[in-house]
T-cell receptor
Framework: GAGVSQSPSNKVTEKGKDVELRCDPI?????LYWYRQSLGQGLEFLIY????????KSGLPSDRFSAERTGGSVSTLTIQRTQQEDSAVYLC????????????????FGPGTRLLVL | TQLLEQSPQFLSIQEGENLTVYCNSS?????LQWYRQEPGEGPVLLVT?????EVKKLKRLTFQFGDARKDSSLHITAAQPGDTGLYLC????????????FGKGTKLTVNP
């Protein structure tokens, strides 16, 4: 497909278990973002990848959260020892860095993964 | 502390009515974007404004960036049920920051 895809679309897990969320960005997009959207809240920035540069991890809420991006394409967000407060929609977005530098960046979002921690 | 405050949080109106959604901050932004998000989907960009005082129109939607680049508004004329969704404003602080700061959103329902 031409858009950003995310999997799984829904995930139910038990407290304490680890989960992995996957994001396939638009081909050719070098910038990739992860956000968290909790009920009644806006999007909370988690982490940003740009090409081969070191990722900006400043939004990760705790050391239970980590993410990697292999080969400059697919990204995986991992949450270890999940807690109930981790329940949220996790959104991935990709963009062209050249557009951002020109002040015209459009972030293209995937449909999100709905995580429920019981 | 929420950098971008959106109001109202919820808005339910009848088809054909006009409405305005506000996005306010005490901080200056180099650019500001408006997104619309429908249930089960990710946000979709509607517009980007970069110049203080800028006004952009997208059919029945009018977006304005404040002169001081601290606030923005979205005005919808003759709302349609298809306008229903969550409207999010997002700002970039500039100075090399890659991060977008999002408001909490305005949930709009347009009843037929």
């Amino acid at each position: 497909g031409a858009g950003v895809s995310q999997s799984p679309s829904n995930k139910v897990t038990e407290k304490g278990k680890d989960v992995e969320l996957r994001c396939d960005p638009i081909s050719g997009h070098t910038a990739l973002y992860w956000y968290r959207q909790s009920l009644g809240q806006g999007l909370e920035f988690l982490i940003y990848f740009q090409g081969n540069s070191a990722p900006d991890k400043s939004g990760l809420p705790s050391d239970r959260f980590s993410a990697e991006r292999t080969g400059g394409s697919v990204s995986t967000l991992t949450i270890q020892r999940t807690q109930q407060e981790d329940s949220a929609v996790y959104l991935c977005a990709s963009s062209l860095v050249a557009a951002r530098l020109a002040g015209k960046e459009t972030q293209y979002f995937g449909p999100g993964t709905r995580l429920l921690v019981l | 502390t929420q950098l971008l405050e959106q109001s109202p949080q919820f808005l339910s109106i009848q088809e054909g009515e006009n409405l305005t959604v506000y996005c306010n901050s005490s901080s200056v932004f180099s650019s500001l974007q408006w997104y619309r998000q429908e249930p089960g989907e990710g946000p979709v960009l509607l517009v980007t404004v970069v110049t203080g005082g800028e006004v952009k129109k997208l059919k029945r939607l009018t977006f304005q960036f404040g002169d001081a680049r601290k606030d923005s508004s979205l005005h919808i004329t003759a709302a349609q049920p298809g306008d229903t969704g969550l409207y999010l404003c997002a700002g970039r602080r500039g100075g090399g920051s890659e991060k977008l700061v999002f408001g909490k959103g305005t949930k709009l329902t347009v009843n037929p």
